[in-house]
């Protein structure tokens, strides 16, 4: 029964070979290759009109939501990332039949493969929420000194939509920066400056960025002075970021705590204990 398993899981692993170089022509005929494009991206090319029909509005809402949080290019259309999704189902479908090799029980070897597809298809969201959280929290430690350049900017006579370009345009390379260009760039294709606002706030997703752009809608309709708020929220993001300093503080001890539990202290107990258990089986104990 071993040969059995060990001669599928070889199978599968020569035909997803095989599938590999003879559909390489095929996936090239999608389009050349970009110098910085992973091996992959012709397969999603070509993959991607055969999955186009099946593109809900409920996929498209997600990647629209999600894609400019987690800083996905404009080249992932909701088509190439359902290929994309579907092309590592594929590629976990065939990991899970090789894991039959290692001769697992039938129940488990039954449903091995359809486990691998089911992860490789859901892997790719799971991916792409974790580089927003990742994105975000870097975000959040840019805003303070973009608020004080915004501040420095306004106070020197700039406008508002005058200020915001000088800060997309000098201020240190990031993911807010980005952000921001981004919005900014809506604004040349006649979007008023109340909705790229909105705009760079949904997709930078950060509580600060939020506050900011509600202030600044609130100082437009009542005429309020912006040098004096923007000092303010610059303060107040400023202070934000070292409460979570602190709090970040206060949270490594307990994190710490397990490694020192699982390796620290035994070696500790270990150092100390074996000069005693030799003195006591010296003594006959």
């Known amino acids: 029964m071993a040969w059995f398993w060990s001669g599928l899981g070889l199978a599968a692993l020569a035909v997803c070979l095989a599938c590999w170089v003879l559909g390489a ?5 999608a389009g ?3 110098p910085r494009s992973p091996f992959w991206w012709p397969w999603v090319l070509a993959l991607a009109p055969a999955c186009a029909p099946w593109v809900t ?3 498209r809402r997600h990647l629209r939501q999600w894609g400019p949080r987690a800083g996905l290019a404009a080249d992932w259309l909701p088509e190439r990332w359902l290929a994309a999704r579907v092309l ?3 590629v976990g479908a065939l990991l899970g039949a090789a894991v039959v090799a290692l001769g697992p ?5 039954a449903g091995a493969a359809p ?8 892997w790719p969201d799971q991916v792409l929420r974790r580089r927003a959280a990742a994105r975000r929290l870097r975000m959040a430690r840019e805003l303070p000194f973009m608020l004080d350049l915004l501040t420095l900017c306004v106070e020197a006579g700039l406008s508002l939509p005058a200020a915001l370009r000088q ?3 000098h201020a240190p390379p990031g993911p807010l920066r980005q952000s921001l260009r981004d919005a900014i760039a809506l604004e040349r294709t006649g979007v ?6 909105a705009q760079w706030a949904d997709w930078a997703d950060v509580p600060g960025v939020r506050n900011l752009v509600l202030a600044l809608a609130q100082a437009d309709r009542l005429g309020m002075s912006l040098g004096p708020l923007l000092r303010a929220q610059a303060e107040r993001q400023l202070s934000e970021r070292f409460a979570r300093a602190e709090t970040l503080a206060l949270q490594a001890p307990v994190r710490m705590l397990f490694p020192m539990v699982l390796c620290i202290f035994p070696c500790t107990f270990l150092v100390i204990g074996f000069p005693v258990a030799v003195k006591l089986l010296d003594a006959g104990f």
């Open 105 to 109: 029980p039938p129940v488990l070897a």
């Open 192 to 197: 008023e400056r109340g909705r790229w606002l």
């Open 167 to 169: 800060v997309a345009g």
């Open 57 to 59: 509005w409920s996929m």
């Open 115 to 122: 486990a691998g597809a089911l992860l490789g298809f859901l």
């Open 25 to 29: 022509p095929w996936a090239g005929q």
């Open 32 to 34: 050349p290759r970009a």
């Open 88 to 90: 590592l189902a594929g």
